[in-house]
């Protein structure tokens, strides 16, 4: 006989958001399948409808998952700092994330291509507002540092969209671009 473990309401909407993870990362908004979501998390699509209500409602809370875990590490990252200090702490953090952990810089850039609905538009826009105010305010620093520190951001997302970190070059995904390396190096923050 095989025992099927039960599992709380709460424990299936992780194992719901873990899965949209995966599947919005990879095949975006549009392409992503609610069959497929709920066959990773081990339960019946309408039991993903039952918790989230549509698509693009699962697709939301993914949206707020995602920035609402970034603003976590940048409050980790920035702990006790002010300043400066606060910023290139909170660019080492979210360079080492996105170094090593891929799925989540494709399903943030899926989220900004789906901002063609506008319901999932606001979601980004307050997320991705949340984080420029958390900045601003531990930093202090003035606008055009602020958006050149988001700038470096979008950069760096741009670099690893294409497979062009370090980590994709050595592990021979593809050969070493000179031209991405240098973009790289300069958006270290100082050691």
Known sequence: MVVVERKSKEERLTAVLDAALVEFGTKGYHGGSTEEIARQAGISQPYVFRLFGTKRDLFEALVNRCFSETL????????????????????????????TDELRLR?????????????????????????????????????????????????????ASMGLTPTDMA?????????????????RPPS
Do not use: H, T
């Open 72 to 99: 976590e590490m940048f409050e980790r990252a920035a702990d006790g700092l002010r300043g400066r200090e606060a910023l290139d702490a909170i660019g080492a953090a979210y360079m080492e994330q996105l170094l």
């Open 107 to 159: 399903a943030q850039m899926q989220a900004y291509s789906a901002c063609d609905d506008p319901e999932i538009c606001a979601a980004v826009r307050r997320g991705y507002g949340e984080l420029v105010s958390f900045a601003e305010r531990v930093s202090g620093v003035e606008p055009a540092e602020i958006s050149s520190f988001f700038a470096k951001g979008m950069l760096l997302n741009v670099i």
């Open 171 to 187: 592990a021979g995904g593809v050969a070493a671009e000179p031209w991405a390396i240098r973009l790289l190096e300069g958006c």
